[in-house]
């Protein structure tokens, strides 16, 4: 059984920095993939950042540059530091893990229940 705990949301105003964590716990399978998304309401889900079992990451373009994915396999903990954070980044962002290469797409496995994270202007 796979579980994953986000935290680290909050509110910031624009130009400001959040760093999400999550918590990964289960087979080490599971954990090989893991990523970001984040759903703003009336929105779909969206991919924001992806890393694979060797490190290798992918980032959404409206978040490139900006955000960094980072995982420590130690004590399975999955990172996103989001800097320069602008009002459309609102969204409540969710983990997901896999054991196969999904990249932005939302096929993972397994998922978080979310953190928010509000950016005012």
């Known amino acids: 059984q796979v579980q994953l705990v986000e935290s680290g949301g909050g509110s910031v105003q624009a130009g400001g920095s959040l760093r999400l964590s999550c918590a990964a716990s289960?087979?080490?399978?599971?954990?090989?993939?893991m990523a970001w998304f984040r759903q703003a309401p009336g929105k779909e889900r969206e991919g924001v950042a992806a890393?694979?079992?060797?490190?290798?990451?992918t980032y959404a373009v409206p978040v490139k540059g900006r955000f960094t994915i980072s995982k420590d396999n130690a004590k399975n903990i999955l990172y996103l530091q989001m800097n320069s954070l602008k009002p459309e980044d609102t969204a409540m962002y969710y983990c997901?893990?896999?054991?196969?290469?999904?990249?932005?797409?939302?096929?993972?496995?397994?998922w978080g229940q979310g953190t928010q994270v509000t950016v005012s202007s």
């Open positions: 997901a893990s896999g054991e196969w290469a999904s990249g932005l797409r939302a096929a993972y496995n397994y």
């Open positions: 289960g087979a080490r399978a599971a954990l090989n993939y």
């Open positions: 890393i694979d079992t060797y490190g290798g990451t």
